[in-house]
């Protein structure tokens, strides 16, 4: 894992947000749609990264189906979380 969010730095990236392991599809797709409307909504400015990213995990959380950390807290953020 640290190869490839190395190499996006390197590549320019700023953050890189992750995984630490293979993750549902389903419940991938929800946290990342909560997350990018929370990070860069359409209508003003958006909370930083990491802020992001923790709300989005406890939203996802609070879903009956996906309250086991398997589906949730897979997801890591590598650098700055502007």
Do not use: H, I, N
């Amino acid at each position: 894992m640290l190869g490839l969010t190395q190499a996006f730095m390197v590549a320019g990236g700023s953050a890189v947000l992750c995984s630490l392991w293979k993750v549902d599809d389903e419940a991938t797709s929800a946290l990342m749609r909560k997350f990018y409307a929370l990070w860069r909504p359409k209508a003003g400015k958006g909370v930083e990264a990491a802020v992001a990213l923790r709300e989005a995990q406890a939203w996802t959380r609070a879903q009956p189906d996906w309250e086991p950390p398997y589906y949730w807290a897979a997801w890591a953020l590598w650098g700055l979380s502007s």
